[in-house]
């Protein structure tokens, strides 16, 4: 199961490490530390946490000095289900406060290899929606 440091979790997350930090420090984001003593978030944690964190959001517009932007139909995010068929699949990705769901053939997801827990990024064009694992 993939692993990520606290700033690597708080950039999937679209916020800071000190809050990525305070969230573990409160017991809502479960960690274990490494072999140099550095917090660790497992994979499947940390997907969970980003859909429950969602659920969280208010909906509507950012805050008012945000900019509005299209994020250029790129959204990073965490895979946060798989659903395998015979010959397509659906994959679910949580970027932030978006879930991002795309159909794609079940041969991409294998040589992919996606899995719940891994990063990866949605590019949206049109109604199609293409997942590139970074």
């Known amino acids: 199961m993939r692993e990520y ?10 916020v800071s490490a000190d809050t990525v930090r305070r969230w573990a420090d409160a017991g809502r984001l479960p960690t274990r530390r490494d072999e140099a003593g550095k917090r660790r978030i497992a994979g499947d944690d940390l997907a969970a ?3 429950a964190l969602a659920a969280e959001a208010p909906q509507g517009p950012g805050e ?3 900019p509005r932007t299209s994020t250029r139909n790129a959204f990073p995010g965490i895979v946060t289900a798989v659903r395998l068929g015979d010959v397509a699949a659906q ?3 949580q970027a ?7 159909l794609v053939t079940r041969e991409a997801v294998e040589e992919l290899g996606l899995a719940v827990g891994m ?13 590139d694992r970074t």
Do not use: M, Q
Not at 96 to 102: D, F, I, K, N, Q
Not at 119 to 131: I, L, N, P, Q, Y
């Open 49 to 51: 946490f980003a859909v």
């Open 91 to 93: 994959v679910e990705i």
């Open 64 to 66: 008012p000095d945000e």
């Open 119 to 131: 990063e990866a990024v949605a590019r949206v064009k049109a109604t199609s929606v293409h997942v």
């Open 96 to 102: 932030g406060p978006h879930r991002l769901v795309s």
């Open 5 to 14: 440091s606290i700033g690597r979790a708080a950039r999937l997350l679209g």
